[in-house]
Structure formats: C-alpha cells, structure tokens
T-cell receptor
Framework: NAGVTQTPKFRVLKTGQSMTLLCAQD?????MYWYRQDPGMGLRLIHY???????AKGEVPDGYNVSRLKKQNFLLGLESAAPSQTSVYFC?????????????FGPGTRLTVL | DAKTTQPPSMDCAEGRAANLPCNHS???????VYWYRQIHSQGPQYIIH???NNETNEMASLIITEDRKSSTLILPHATLRDTAVYYC??????????????FGKGTKLSVIP
C-alpha cells in the first residue's frame, strides 16, 4: 500500500514549456486535490476532484488544468510554464470531502521554472 | 470563513509536553478543527481533529474550549522528530456540501535536546 505517490519528484522547465504532474493513490479514495506551497507559506488549493471524471477550481487555479480520467489518478498540467509557477506541488486524497474526513498527502514535486 | 491565528514559532525541551495554541474565534457550529504537521520538505501529515469534545489519539491530544473559539494541540512527550510546522485548520464550507482545508503559515515547533 503505497498511499499517495507523485511523479516526478523534481523538474526544471524553461518559460513557455509544458508539463504534466501525475498523482496516484491506491486507497480507493473518491476525492483528490492539488496544492502548491511557496517558501514560507502555507498550502494553497489549485484544483480538486470529487470523483472520476470531475474537476473543480480551488483558490489559485489560473495557469493550471487538471484531469481525472481514472479514479486513482489526478493529473495537473501546465500548458505554458511561468516563473511564478516555481513552487512545491502536493497532491492529496481523501475518502470523502466533508468533515471529519482527513486528507493524505504525497511527498511533493519540486518545480523550477527558469 | 473561520480564520485561525497561531504563534509563528515555539520551542520545547525534548521529553516535555508541547502545547500549541490556536485561536479560531469566528468558527461556525458545524466547522471542525484539524491539526496537520509538515516535517521539512515532506507532505503534510494529519494529526487529529475535533468538533466540540476533547480528543486523543496515539499522536496527540486536542483540547477545545467550551465556546470553541480556541484550541490547544498537546504532544505529551515531544521528541526531536516532532520538530515541524504545525497547522491549525478550520474546515471551510465552500458551498454545495463542499469543504476545503485552508492552510495558514502555522507554528514552527523546534524540539530542543
């Protein structure tokens, strides 16, 4: 039982390049989330999904797209990377969305955009 | 939305109890208090949550005041591995049955040998 895994762990992009971050969970969770964390800051929600085939915007969705084609996977895409998207990205999943359910987090992806 | 206020940093001697305070004076009746922690460079880790009553699990205890305007996370015997940023979070109802966790800056706990 690996929990929540993220691929890749590190990535360096040039401005304008595109990439996709993959999040996978093996806990049969319905809900999945993408957060970003900037230095000295808490986590901010980018997008989330309440089930296979669904996505919704979080607090900071601009510049990102997501897809949830399979229940166990949640993809975060950057179509044209910008230096402002340099951050650590965390994926999380939970069985349900409402409280008191808890979110389980992956190890993070460190992205640098030059 | 209920917001939380935490001290930016705290120190605790190894083996002693660490008491981390959190103010959430605008919390609504159906909002839960969650605590997560983040050890350097790792993903956040769930610790405990509560609604009205005090809660205890294998990691910590959560004390919520009767008026629910503040709470305290207690690590009974802090170890060096408990050095982390601790986040107090109030679940936010964003409409249509949707709840989100909003992470602030948290409290940086340093456990000192």
């Amino acid at each position: 039982n690996a929990g929540v895994t993220q691929t890749p762990k590190f990535r360096v992009l040039k401005t304008g390049q595109s990439m996709t971050l993959l999040c996978a969970q093996d806990m049969n969770h319905e809900y999945m989330y993408w957060y970003r964390q900037d230095p000295g800051m808490g986590l901010r929600l980018i997008h989330y999904s309440v089930g296979e085939g669904t996505t919704a915007k979080g607090e900071v969705p601009d510049g990102y797209n997501v897809s949830r084609l399979k229940k166990q996977n949640f993809l975060l895409g950057l179509e044209s990377a910008a230096p402002s998207q340099t951050s650590v990205y965390f994926c999380a999943s939970s069985y349900s969305e409402g409280p008191p359910d808890t979110q389980y987090f992956g190890p993070g992806t460190r992205l640098t955009v030059l | 939305d209920a917001k939380t206020t935490q001290p930016p940093s705290m120190d605790c001697a190894e083996g002693r109890a660490a008491n981390l305070p959190c103010n959430h004076s605008t919390i609504s009746g159906n909002e839960y208090v969650y605590w997560y922690r983040q050890i350097h460079s790792q993903g956040p880790q769930y610790i405990i949550h509560g609604l009205k009553n005090n809660e205890t699990n294998e990691m910590a205890s959560l004390i919520i005041t009767e008026d629910r305007k503040s709470s305290t996370l207690i690590l009974p015997h802090a170890t060096l591995r408990d050095t982390a940023v601790y986040y107090c979070i109030v679940s936010r109802n964003s409409g249509a049955g949707s709840y989100q966790l909003t992470f602030g800056k948290g409290t940086k706990l340093s456990v000192i040998p």
